[in-house]
């Protein structure tokens, strides 16, 4: 065989060149943007795929066709590099195909490689999660009709079930409760977009959240600094107390969250804020002060009261349970 022959006869090169949705179209990595432009020929079965209108700006010529495997081997043939972007839903088709050609043993194959052209970032699926919303909000009957005002209990619900999930261990538990407390933070923004008067997006949500923690963390984004935990919660009543200019250490208190809580945060805000406000007597007559001393001592022991006595009523549940088995 002459040389010629021989050239004419070598596998040469497929690569499956893969992107993510979650990242910015033409935003590739440098591997990617080499295999492209060095390529005998790119490929492309998805006329609308996001990245083609980049490609082309690029000066990147795409065969816009759905080759079988088969075909694409005999692209290849003659040491040519043949790149294929396949759908941006993926083609298992093309690469099961291609798998059984290289386990046959009868086909010749070329240098088969997968090269992901662009990765997703930490957080990537929370993209998916804010377009499938999106999609609901405007499809599903029951969705589209829902308000803040009416997804309240289930905020809730869902974060009941999330303590829950979280004081018994269990992890699949966890995670799944924590995606459903998510939920509802994307679905109440989302509704939030639709107000005429004042709308606002997971975007902004997101973005309030992020400046605050950088304000309020001094010591990790700024000049200030703190070695202990005592330290690092000193910085955040400092600043949150200057942002928010409150009368008084009680403001912003919630008073609809659960007593024990309740009394607890009030006691917390006394003694951290120096005011000479004493809890009631643990001796008082009435059943109220009484509680609320117990969950103010909790307070200053850190100890949460609220979970040990969930705790508490978890082991009395148990001993209930095992009277009934034992009668």
């Given at each position: 065989m002459n040389d010629n022959a021989a050239?004419?006869?070598?596998?040469?090169?497929?690569?499956?060149?893969?992107?993510s949705h979650r990242v910015a179209p033409g935003l590739l990595s440098w591997p990617a943007w080499r295999v492209l432009r060095d390529a005998d020929l790119v490929v492309c079965p998805d006329s609308a795929h996001p990245q083609l209108p980049y490609l082309r700006e690029a000066g990147v010529e795409v065969e816009r066709s759905a080759p079988t495997g088969r075909e694409l081997v005999d692209l290849a043939v003659g040491g040519r590099t043949v790149v294929v972007i396949p759908s941006a839903d993926g083609d298992s088709s093309l690469t099961d195909e291609l798998a059984r050609l290289a386990g046959s043993g009868r086909v010749r194959m070329p240098e088969l490689e997968l090269l992901p052209a662009s990765y997703d970032l930490p957080g990537a699926r929370l993209l998916d999660l804010v377009a499938v919303m999106d999609r609901i909000r405007a499809e599903c009957p029951w969705s589209g009709r829902q308000t803040g005002e009416g997804l309240v209990k289930y905020l809730i619900e869902e974060a009941y079930e999330l303590v829950e999930a979280i004081e018994d261990g269990d992890r699949a538990a966890y995670r799944e409760e924590l995606g459903d407390v998510l939920l509802q933070v994307v679905f109440h923004a989302r509704i939030a977009q639709e107000d005429s008067e004042e709308p606002f997006s997971i975007d902004d949500v997101a973005g309030t959240i992020v400046d605050k923690l950088i304000r309020r963390h001094p010591h990790v984004f700024g000049a200030e600094s703190a070695e202990t935990p005592e330290e690092v919660k000193e910085?955040?009543?400092?600043t949150k107390a200057a942002e928010k200019r409150r009368d008084s250490v009680t403001d912003g208190i919630p008073l609809d969250q659960p007593a024990l809580a309740l009394a607890a945060k009030l006691a917390g805000r006394a003694r951290t804020g120096g005011v000479a406000a004493p809890a009631p007597a643990h001796d008082s007559e009435d059943l109220g002060d009484r509680l609320l001393a117990l969950a103010a001592l909790a307070e200053r022991q850190g100890v949460d009261p609220e979970a040990a006595l969930r705790s508490a009523a978890r082991r009395y549940r148990d001993?209930?349970?095992?009277?009934?088995r034992t009668e």
């Open positions: 050239a004419d006869a070598r596998p040469g090169r497929l690569v499956l060149l893969t992107t910085h955040w009543l400092r001993a209930i349970r095992t009277a009934e």
